[in-house]
């Protein structure tokens, strides 16, 4: 585990981030963005572990679905990170539109 030896030390810095959450950006580098990285690493092997997605929104998810999900929403923060317009079906859907444009205005520091 690169950001903390153990998962003690990972829960201390994303405990920390969380209480600064206002200076935490896609921007944030250095030991908060390896937690997360570090900590989305250990989501993605439970979900591969998972039969059932049940999110806080969206369509529960069953099966490959679930390591789908997970992957698709790594890779639209990973096209924010980078500048990029996330390729994504879900964003077709309305209730998304205006979390995507906040999203994309945070990446971008608007």
Not at 48 to 74: F, N
């Amino acid at each position: 585990m690169a950001p903390a030896d153990n998962q003690v030390e990972l829960q201390k810095i994303i405990e920390a981030a969380w209480e600064s959450r206002d200076t935490v950006s896609f921007d944030t580098k250095g030991p908060v963005r390896d937690a997360v990285e570090t900590a989305l690493d250990l989501l993605e092997e439970a979900v591969g572990r998972a039969d059932v997605l049940v999110p806080g929104h969206g369509a529960v998810a069953v099966g490959p679905e679930v390591v789908a999900r997970l992957a698709a929403d790594r890779a639209y923060v990973d096209a924010l990170r980078r500048g990029d317009e996330p390729v994504d079906e879900r964003l077709s859907q309305d209730w998304l539109t205006g979390i995507h444009q906040s999203n994309l205005e945070q990446a971008r520091g608007s």
